[in-house]
């Protein structure tokens, strides 16, 4: 089985501060992690994803996220928030035993930047 | 070109009518999606068509009925729903099923039963 939790249902941060998501895990095996953005009456769009190598990964945007395994997290960041980064964001998870490319998605974090 | 379309944008319907959802990609994708998405929750998942054949039903009561004419094209067949159906239904499309292939999303047709 394979779960993921976004522990804050929003974040709101001023904008040109730095801005932290986070995400935590559950598989069984090896975790594939996605992060994803809907904007309002927006489908979502692919932000960055980790498979295996180097445990920071850097997506569109500016954002990143850092893979920790030992805390089974997956935090999205940017050093510097804009308010067009006002958005939901979603985190997502797939174990590498899971053939079918299915998604577990995280409930979602409504992240607000003010000017 | 990585984009998926979805028409209609909007779609009103009542219990008896029978409508369609369509989606389109032109990004080669064998692998193509459709989730079924509430307001202020996570999308869930309904079917996964690989290349072109039905590989994954989440157990989506009939009356939504699933179409991949062929690579580029994904229906979703609408009949007798009910007003809790009524959901923002996003199509998505990946190169392939089985690696980490990352999902393309369309903007999504908001269906609102009456």
């Known amino acids: 089985a394979q779960s993921v939790a976004q522990p804050e249902d929003q974040v709101n941060v001023a904008e040109g501060n730095p801005l932290t998501v986070k995400c935590t895990y559950s598989?069984?095996?090896?975790?594939?992690l996605f992060w994803y953005v809907q904007y309002p009456n927006r489908g979502l769009q692919f932000l960055l994803k980790?498979?295996?190598?180097?445990?920071l990964v850097k997506g569109s945007y500016g954002f990143e996220a850092e893979f920790n395994k030992s805390q089974t997290s997956f935090h999205l960041k940017k050093p510097s928030a804009l308010v067009s980064d006002s958005a939901l964001y979603f985190c997502a998870v797939r174990d590498m035993t899971n053939a079918g490319n299915m998604l577990t998605f995280g409930g979602g974090t409504r992240l607000m930047v003010k000017p | 070109d990585t984009e998926v379309t979805q028409t209609p944008k909007h779609l009103v319907m009542g219990m008896t009518n029978k409508k369609s959802l369509k989606c389109e990609q032109h990004m080669g994708h064998r692998a193509m999606y459709w989730y079924k998405q509430k307001a202020k929750k996570p999308p869930e998942l309904m079917f996964v068509y690989s290349y072109e054949k039905l590989s994954i039903n989440e157990s989506v009561p009939s009356r939504f009925s699933p179409e991949c004419p062929n690579s580029s094209l994904l229906n979703l067949h609408l009949h007798a729903l009910q007003p809790e159906d009524s959901a923002l239904y996003l199509c998505?499309?990946?190169?392939?099923?089985?690696?980490?292939?990352?999902?393309?999303f369309g903007p999504g047709t908001r269906l609102t039963v009456t």
């Open positions: 980790y498979i295996t190598g180097d445990n």
């Open positions: 598989v069984s095996g090896n975790p594939y």
């Open positions: 998505a499309s990946s190169q392939g099923q089985g690696d980490p292939y990352e999902q393309y």
